[in-house]
């Protein structure tokens, strides 16, 4: 089983690049979030949804942009890349509030 | 709004002694919580959450609503178990919040 799949693995942006992180479940979940790891601060809510063209925002939302076209994708733009950015990137889906959350491998973003 | 507290960025015990990661929570609604651990190279997985009331590896967590914790146990810590710890509380809206993290080294 697949799980939660997110590409790609390692990236090295400049600054003032803007990218997209992509993220798919095969689980068909209808919450997906995207998370920042940082060193110290433990996981950070950047966006999620509740539900495919249903979107809201996290604790850190500010630089990021998200879309959920389909339930099965929901991918992560960044629109105009920072070294505040330099981070590991999860995306996570889960069936529903209260249900085990199943995260994706990480990516990690550099931003020169 | 929600909040999630691990006291402990760095836990280190031998091999065989007990050990406990604290986690203390803020909610002012009924809570929902969990907590994730990611060895080494491997992906965040659910190790226990509390509704279920399970021991997995030998861990348990209880929810004191009194104390507002949920703190992760377990008797006799095995070196396999070092890995990075997450306490994590859920909210209706399908929010969840995480705690920043808990390293668990266990000592030979």
């Known amino acids: 089983n697949a799980g939660v799949t997110q590409t790609p693995k390692f990236q090295v942006l400049k600054t003032g690049q803007s990218m997209t992180l992509q993220c798919a479940q095969d689980?068909?979940?209808?919450?997906m979030s995207w998370y920042r790891q940082d060193p110290g601060m433990g996981l950070r809510l950047i966006h999620y949804?509740?539900?495919?063209?249903?979107?809201d925002q996290g604790e850190v939302p500010n630089g990021y942009n998200v879309s959920r076209s389909t339930t099965e994708d929901f991918p992560l733009r960044l629109l105009s890349a920072a070294p505040s950015q330099t981070s590991v990137y999860f995306c996570a889906s889960r069936e529903m509030p209260g249900n085990t959350i199943y995260f994706g491998e990480g990516s990690w973003l550099t931003v020169v | 709004a929600q909040r999630v507290t691990q006291p402990e960025k760095l836990l280190s015990v031998f091999k065989g002694a007990p050990v406990e990661l604290k986690c203390n929570y803020s909610?002012?609604?009924?809570?929902?919580l969990f907590w994730y651990v990611q060895y080494s190279r491997q992906r965040l997985q659910l190790l226990l959450r509390?509704?279920s009331r399970e021991s997995i590896k030998g861990f348990t967590a209880d929810l004191n609503k009194g104390e507002t914790s949920f703190h992760l146990k377990k008797p006799f810590a095995q070196e396999e178990d070092s890995a990075m710890y997450y306490c994590a509380l859920d909210t209706n809206a399908g929010k969840s919040t995480f705690g920043d993290g808990t390293t668990l080294t266990v000592k030979p």
């Open positions: 909610y002012s609604g009924s809570p929902e």
């Open positions: 509390h509704i």
């Open positions: 949804s509740v539900g495919a063209g249903i979107t």
């Open positions: 689980m068909n979940h209808e919450y």
